[in-house]
Each structure stands twice: as C-alpha cells, then as structure tokens.
Nanobody, 122 residues
C-alpha cells in the first residue's frame, strides 16, 4: 500500500520558520517533492530532490527553503525560513520516478500525501 504521510506545519508569524517532514512507504520511487496549494490557486511545485539527492527549487523558494532527503528513512524534509503571508497554503508531499517529479510539474506527479496546512500571519 502506497503511503505518503506529512507532518509539521502549523501557524507562524511572518519572518518565522517551520519544518515539514514526509515519510513514504510502499513506493519504490526514489524522488520526492513538496508542492503547495493556496485557496483559489493552482497547486505549484516548491522543491524536490533529484536522483542524486541534489535539491531543486522553485524560484520563490530559493534562499529561504531547504529540502533534504534521508534515503535510509524514506523521508523528505522541507525547512522553511523567512516565511511570508503569501507562503500560506496547504503543503503536499509527492513521490514519483525522478524524471516525472524533478520538473515540479503537478501534472506529471502521480503519488500524493494528504497535505499539511501552513499559515503565516502578517
């Protein structure tokens, strides 16, 4: 059974930090990513790790977010700092074959977690 389970998230004031974690099971795909979706907006890619574990970031995440993968635990962690109100969204963990996921294209990604809410207040 395929499972992606997110943890972390919550509420923070602007400028603060949060950490999200995602653990997978039942999957043999070795690339994972974080996406997010704010109300009324399309789901967008945030960060991923490629087949070599190298991070890939959306432009808005560069310099503020850090993604890392622990292969021994099948866990992907997203460290977010200098958070802004516009970062408020539901954050989703995703997994797939690397060629599908490293482009951070939601339409290419097949396996999703349930999401965890991040709320940043002004």
């Amino acid at each position: 059974q395929v499972q992606l389970v997110e943890s972390g998230g919550g509420s923070v004031q602007a400028g603060g930090s949060l950490s999200l974690s995602c653990r997978t099971s039942g999957l043999r795909y070795n690339c994972m990513a974080w996406f997010r979706q704010a109300p009324g907006k399309e789901r967008e890619g945030v960060a991923a790790t490629d087949i070599n574990g190298k991070p890939v970031y959306a432009e808005f995440a560069k310099g503020r977010f850090s993604v890392s993968k622990d292969n021994s635990k099948n866990t992907l962690t997203l460290q977010m700092s200098s958070l802004k109100p516009e970062d408020s969204a539901k954050y989703y963990c995703a997994a797939d074959i690397c060629s599908r996921i490293v482009g951070l294209d939601r339409n290419e990604t097949r396996y999703w977690g349930q999401g965890t809410q991040v709320t940043v207040s002004p």
